[in-house]
């Protein structure tokens, strides 16, 4: 076969290739336009959720940011019967602690109740609980403290510090026998967040403050054994001391 004839058969063959390229498209030309819009809607979608979270997430911090700024702000001293001239009074300073507490408080609720399923808003709860418990409103704290964990989940680590808050709540209400229980689940679980050591302390004293100094004493006894290196052991030891004597 001669090379112009061969030249010529695969140009015939290039275009009826295209001819049935474009026989199908036409054949096929709604689905496949159709299916490319679909394609770009749906990363048009992906892409305004990303970009959404994260300026909601930006947005979070940056609330949680500035009321744990209030809460770490500086509290103007009361002048001393007879002083001369008043302290001077710093900038972003509260008059009391009482006030600095309450304007934190109202902080942490807002960035809470704006974003309550992010990071930021989570920890905006927890805060907001352990402030009311400062405040005395422990009713109000158990509550806070429960949508923490509702929204963290037990095991996650605001899940488990909610926890103790409520344990902590009940002790100091009387409620020994649900903080006893809260603290033996916290202390006893699999792949705990929270020092282990630590919650046993508080066990102990909500023994202690039951009237249970066997309890007790085993409890703080266990620091003591398991837990020597730990910040604990110390008071633990103390503890234990003082129930022996």
Not at 50 to 57: A, K, L
Not at 121 to 149: E, I, T
Not at 174 to 195: H, N
């Amino acid at each position: 076969m001669k090379r112009t004839e061969r030249h010529r058969l695969k140009e015939n063959e290039v275009a009826l290739s295209v001819a049935r390229a474009r026989e199908t498209f036409d054949l096929y030309r709604k689905p496949i336009i159709a299916g490319a819009v679909a394609v770009v809607a749906i990363l048009a979608i992906v892409a305004g959720i990303v970009i959404w979270r994260q300026q909601t997430d930006d947005k979070s911090r940056t609330l949680l940011a500035e009321a744990m700024a209030v809460e770490q702000a500086p509290v103007t001293p009361a002048p001393t019967p007879g002083q001369a001239t008043p302290p001077p009074v710093q900038p972003g300073a509260y008059p009391s602690e009482q006030a600095k507490r309450e304007a934190a408080l109202q902080k942490f609720l807002a960035t809470a109740n704006a974003y309550p399923a992010s990071t930021a808003g989570v920890a905006a709860r927890y805060h907001a609980a352990s402030l009311l418990v400062l405040l005395g409103r422990n009713a109000d704290a158990v509550k806070q403290y429960q949508q923490v964990l509702d929204r963290a989940g037990s095991n996650a680590l605001y899940g488990e510090m909610a926890k103790l808050g409520i344990a902590d709540v009940e002790a100091a209400t009387g409620q020994y026998d649900k903080a006893i229980a809260r603290y033996t689940e916290l202390a006893g679980g699999k792949d705990a967040k929270l020092p282990v050591e630590g919650v046993l302390m508080q066990l102990g004293r909500a023994y202690q403050e039951k009237g249970s100094a066997a309890d007790a004493k085993k409890t703080f006894k266990r620091i003591v054994d398991e837990f020597p290196q730990s910040p604990y052991a110390a008071p633990a030891k103390r503890e234990l001391d003082a129930i022996k004597g």
